[in-house]
């Protein structure tokens, strides 16, 4: 054999066991070592369920539909940010900023602990969506109207965060360079904030609650669920990648980003279901509407529509002042 192909056989075998071992040394860095131990492992438990879904959706949706992961994923999700609150608790209670729309400094605990509360409507809407948790969960009538109707008077349990801070606080918490491209990927995720509260929280689950989604609107309903996934839980890994200098910050956002973004693919796939339904989506854009007022009227209105959806979905309306409210 020619010398020349052997060294350069042996030099890419050399550069693959060096990768490799690279390779290794990140993921005992970032999953193994002992400090904050639970909080790792149960983070690698999730990218690998991620994985998982990712692949089985693709792969084989039925698979996938009946598949563990349908409460496993969004389940760890929720202990992730659990386990995420009771870690660090060092990082700052007074700090107004959330941290993660900049490129300097830490996250908020704040910031940490309200993760918790969009990982538990997450994990609502995963098993609402599921047919064979939909049964319990509509039977229960508790939990079906305090999650459909008021989750944001739950809200208030926890610390709340606001993108204004982290605006107001540009001059401290972002580089020169990054301070246009953090003002305009800031107000986009705030744009899209209200959108995903009010459409991809009330509508679709006033859309189940109703029992109107078909099977194939509910497929990809999931991918969207599976979009959001990785925009609730994996957006922090994304942030502690960055933290450590892995990747740069607006690569950080920019997946971020792509991730929150890619849940209007299922939307346009399923664009009818707002025309169809023109009753709820109607209703979910009143509360928009409502959004920029105070808590109070917002509040209020979720109160009437739970009592209006109660008394539409019980046939308690007079039929004649029904059909004038709703379209069945």
Not at 65 to 89: E, N, R
Not at 153 to 163: S, V
Not at 164 to 186: E, G, H, M
Not at 280 to 304: D, E, K, P, W
Request: glycine residues 4%; hydrophobic residues 45%; charged residues 15%.
């Amino acid at each position: 054999m020619d010398a020349g192909v052997i060294e350069t056989s042996s030099g890419f075998a050399v550069d693959t066991i060096q990768r490799l071992g690279r390779f290794v040394k990140f993921l005992f860095h970032l999953f193994f070592q002992r400090k904050f131990i639970v909080h790792r492992l149960v983070g690698l438990s999730y990218l690998i369920q991620y994985a998982l879904s990712f692949y089985w959706y693709f792969k084989n949706y039925e698979t996938f539909k009946h598949s563990f992961v349908i409460w496993s994923l969004p389940l760890t999700g929720l202990v992730q940010s659990i386990t995420a609150a009771l870690t660090f608790t060092f990082l700052s209670r007074t700090k107004t900023d959330p941290g993660y729309y900049s490129d300097r400094g830490t996250l908020s605990y704040a910031f940490i602990v309200e993760n918790s509360f969009f990982s538990g409507l997450l994990l609502f809407q995963w098993l609402y969506y599921s047919d064979f948790f939909y049964s319990y969960i509509n039977n229960s009538i508790v939990i079906d109207n305090l999650i459909v109707f008021l989750p944001y008077i739950l809200r208030q349990l926890w610390p709340k965060t606001h993108f204004r801070d982290s605006l107001n606080n540009s001059d401290k918490n972002k580089t020169a360079p990054n301070k246009n491209f953090y003002f305009i990927v800031t107000m986009i995720t705030k744009m899209f904030y209200v959108w995903a509260k009010h459409y991809i929280g009330y509508f679709l689950n006033y859309v189940r609650f109703f029992d109107r989604a078909n099977p194939q609107q509910i497929e990809y309903i999931y991918l969207l669920l599976v979009f959001s996934a990785f925009a609730t839980t994996i957006s922090v890994f994304l942030h502690t990648l960055k933290f450590k200098g892995y990747i740069g910050p607006r690569t950080s956002y920019i997946i971020y980003m792509i991730s929150y973004l890619s849940t209007f693919y299922s939307f346009i796939q399923i664009r009818s279901i707002f025309f169809i339904h023109y009753d709820l989506t109607l209703y979910v854009l009143i509360g928009v509407i409502l959004n920029f007022q105070s808590l109070y009227y917002q509040h209020v209105y979720q109160i009437c529509l739970l009592i209006l959806f109660n008394a539409h979905k019980f046939h308690m309306i007079p039929s004649n002042i029904d059909h004038r409210l709703f379209l069945y």
